[in-house]
């Protein structure tokens, strides 16, 4: 049961293709609520603050400090939802592990010899 580094890749990317949309949808809605300070404090300064519009300037203000509140949220959410990856690295250890344990006893191999007979290669 030899796998290729290939054969590795594709099982860790083919599981659970829900999850990794959920992953990719939260990365990229983590990075565009990263665009919105630069973009309110404009806002604030052009706009706002000549206006002496208090209640917009409480309003935007609060949304500065809340966008690093919701993007921490998402980024616990992340580590969550992509906790699947450190299963299957647990997997595919255990994996190799009793590949090299299965090795024959009687023979001695350094480790290079190891490492490509794991690897596949």
Known sequence: MTSTKS??????WAANPARKTA???????????????PLLTKYMIQYVLPTKNFSS?????????????????????DLVLS????????????????????LETDQHFSIKDIVHRLLGQ
């Open 7 to 12: 054969e590795i890749f594709r099982k860790i």
């Open 23 to 37: 992953i990719l949808l939260i990365t990229l809605l983590r990075s565009a609520m990263l665009l919105l300070p």
């Open 57 to 77: 300037l409480v309003a935007l203000s609060a949304g500065l400090v809340g966008i690093p509140v919701l993007t921490c949220g998402l980024i616990i959410l």
């Open 83 to 102: 906790s699947f990856v450190i299963k299957n690295g647990k997997q595919l250890r255990i994996a190799y592990f009793k590949r090299v344990l299965a």
